[in-house]
Structures are given as C-alpha cells and as structure tokens.
C-alpha cells in the first residue's frame, strides 16, 4: 500500500510548544499542574484548545457534559468520523503530561493534515473529555461514561465536590454545559494516546507500546468507627482504634496484592481521621481502597479477598465498618486489529515497541463499549506520573505523534 501520509510531517517544536503553553495554567512552583475539573484553570485550558482549533480551522462542538469535539472535515461528512482524544484535566500537584499529551498530539495530527493539504475519506475529531480525573468530582472518567450509557447526565450533573458544590451547576459556572445533540454518533474508531505513568517503558528503553487493555478496577469508600478517647488515660487494651484498622487494612492490602503477579494492585489514596487531633483517639476514619487486576474473574477474586479482609480486621479491633462500592469497571480488551494497526503504524516510524496493559483508567475503557479502541503508550521517564516531577523525553513524544498520524489518517481512508 502507498504511504498515505507522504507530506504531512509532525512539528515537534509546535508540540512541545503548545504542550508548555497549556501547562502554564494552573502551573505549581515545583514543575507540576494543578487542574481540576471544571475550575478557573480548567475552564482557561478550555479556552485555550479553542482558540487553537479555530486557528486550525476547525469545528468545535461542546455536549451536555462539557466534552469538547473539534472535527477536522473528511472528503466524505457522512461517514462516521475517526476520534482522538484524551483529557486536559489533572490530579492536585500533577503533571503536565497525563492527558495533554494526547489532547495536543491529536491537534498536531490534523494541523499537519491540514498543512500538508491532506484530508482522510472521514473525519478526525479531537476530543477533550470532562473529568476524566475524578479528582474533584468522583467517580472518574464520568463524560465518557455518559456518552456510552454507562452513567446519566442528571447522575453526573448532581455529583458533589468536598465543598459541596454540584458538577452541573459548576459546568454552568464557566460557561461550558453545551448540548446533548453535540454528542457524536456513529464513530469509526478511537485512538487515544497517553504517557504509560509506569516503569516498564524505560526498564526496557523503548519509547511506545500498543495497548491491548486496562485493568479492571474496584474502588470501595471504607468508613471504621471505634469510641473516642483521650489518648493519655486511655490503656491500649481497651481501645477501640479506628486509626489502628485502617493501618492495619493498608498493610493487609499491599500484602494481598503481593500474593499476585503484576501487574495486579492494591492502593489505599485517602485517608481522613475524625476528628484528627494528635491526643485523640479517632472516633471514626474514613478511607479507600482500590483493587484492579487483568480478568473479570480476578477483579471479582481480589475484591471479594479484600472485602472481607477489611471485615475481619474491623471484627478483631472491635470497630463498625462500612464499606461503599463506588465505582466497579471491568477489564477492558482492545480491539485487535487497531492494537495490530498501532503495531504497524510504530514500526513504520521505525521505533521500538511492546504491547502492554494499562494499570491506570482511561476514557477509552468506555470508548471501547460503543466502538473499537485503542491506546498508544509514550514512555514516562522514571516512571513518575500524577505528581509533579512527571516527564517525558521529547524525541519519544515526536514517535509517538508520528505514529499516531500514520494510524489516524489510515483509519480516516477506510471506507
């Protein structure tokens, strides 16, 4: 087959200049980003995506959940169109990468397309997905979740921040609640790419990965309850010590995850102690626990062993728990011939590669329900991700780009 993307030449410098201009806002002292969700920061970084796309001629359309689309036109406007895409969100103190990345190589695909005068049979829209997060407003990845069915919008829209602010009220704050007719329809494919936020990458030194999946995820909100005492008169025997389950379900939890192959995890995020005084005793702790594994039958397995695991815990140091399942996603399996597409398109580039399975959560989990996905992985120097010290190295975000716009403009001709 001819080189259909003979003319079209990714501009590194343009990348990694429009990646640095969108890490400016909300920028930390120490390197990092803090972003969140439907914030001032958020909604400037918004603002920003649009002005590029309208300077790239493109078509921008918002939906009911804020999701942004800016569609590059194909010979062809009835056919469904091509997605690229990923999130501009971020993590407190997190880094510039995670999301960006993707959101701003998809732009540089179609500014190359277009400068190079090239147009694919479909259209290729870039998208920025809402809250993929979840780090203001839980559960994660929700915008993608409404668009495959998985959640509502009114679901969504009444969710709560740690103030008590509502999703809805706050995406009406800063002026972008658009339409739930601006969601797209029929879609072709869906490509997102995204630093791979792990070690394996470098302890191999290759630069990309197809990704054939993600890990299953279980999230539990755990609250324990003992008695609150002073922390002097009070003889450690007697004790009913909230702070002491949750330490001791921590510990367990790394352990159980430890009785597995990787790449299988067990996290505890948040912690929070009531009331928090140092010569208190905690009446109450409030925590999570996160599980995640490669199968449906092992996310049930290590979930089920960490439940009661918790249970016991709580039994032997005389404290109530409660445990809150809030947010269950399965395994997700790409689509094979896009993960052999990527493969192809990273050869074609010259690059080395592996295929992998994500541990973190993405938007093309539930892209993945309505139609067939794929991840392309850029490696993450030391591993370092949702923290401010995350960085990648540039010629690895110029392969990765390069490969992205060998497989979207292929996508993009088939009829």
């Known amino acids: 087959m001819p080189d ?39 909604r400037a970084a918004r603002d920003l995506f649009a002005r590029w ?36 969100d971020s993590v407190p103190a997190g880094g510039k990468y995670d999301g960006p990345l993707g959101v701003l190589t998809g732009l540089e695909v179609v500014r190359a397309l277009r400068d190079a005068g090239l147009r694919g049979r479909r259209a290729i829209e870039i998208v920025n997905f809402t809250n993929e997060e979840g780090a203001r407003f839980e559960p994660a990845m929700v915008a993608s979740a409404v668009l495959v069915g998985a959640y509502t919008a009114d679901f969504v829209h009444h969710r709560r921040d740690a103030t008590g602010l509502r999703f809805g009220d706050e995406l009406d704050r800063i002026g972008y609640r658009g339409d739930a007719a601006n969601r797209p329809g029929a879609i072709h494919a869906y490509l ?36 609150s005492q002073h922390a002097g008169p009070s003889p450690m025997r007697s004790r009913r010590d909230a702070m002491v389950a ?33 010569n208190q005793i905690p009446a109450e702790v409030v925590m999570s626990a996160d599980v995640r594994h490669w199968t449906d039958e092992g996310l049930a397995e290590i979930a089920g062993k960490a439940e ?11 404290v109530e728990i409660d445990i809150e399942t809030i947010q269950n996603v399965p395994p997700t399996r790409f689509d094979p011939r896009l993960v052999e597409l990527l493969d192809a398109s990273i050869q074609a580039v010259g690059a080395p590669s592996r295929r992998m399975v994500a541990g973190a959560g993405h938007d093309a989990k539930y892209m993945n329900d309505i139609t067939p ?39 993009a001709e088939e009829p």
């Open 4 to 42: 259909i993307v003979t003319g079209a030449r990714i501009d590194l410098g343009r990348l990694r200049a429009s990646i640095l201009e969108m890490a400016a806002i909300g920028a930390t002292a120490a390197g990092g980003v803090t972003r969140l969700t439907l914030t001032d920061e958020d």
């Open 53 to 88: 796309c309208a300077d790239a001629g493109l078509t921008l359309r918002l939906d009911d959940m804020g999701t942004q689309y800016a569609r590059y036109e194909g010979r062809d406007p009835s056919l469904a169109p091509v997605l690229l895409g990923s999130h501009l």
């Open 192 to 227: 997102e790419l995204h630093i791979e936020q792990g070690p394996v990458l470098e302890s191999e030194n290759l630069p990309l990965a197809a990704v054939e999946g993600i890990l299953g995820i279980r999230w539990f909100n755990v609250t324990l309850r003992g008695q």
């Open 246 to 278: 949750a330490g001791r379900i921590i510990v367990g939890l790394r352990e159980l995850a430890l009785s597995y192959p990787d790449p299988v995890v067990a996290t505890v995020g948040r912690l929070r102690p009531v009331p928090g005084v140092i």
């Open 308 to 318: 009661a695991l918790m249970r016991r815990i709580a039994v032997e140091e005389r």
């Open 373 to 411: 996905t794929a991840m392309l992985f850029v490696r993450t120097i030391g591993g370092m991700s949702h923290c401010e010290s995350e960085e990648i190295a540039w010629d690895d975000a110029r392969l990765g780009a390069e490969t992205l716009l060998r497989a979207a403009l292929r996508l």
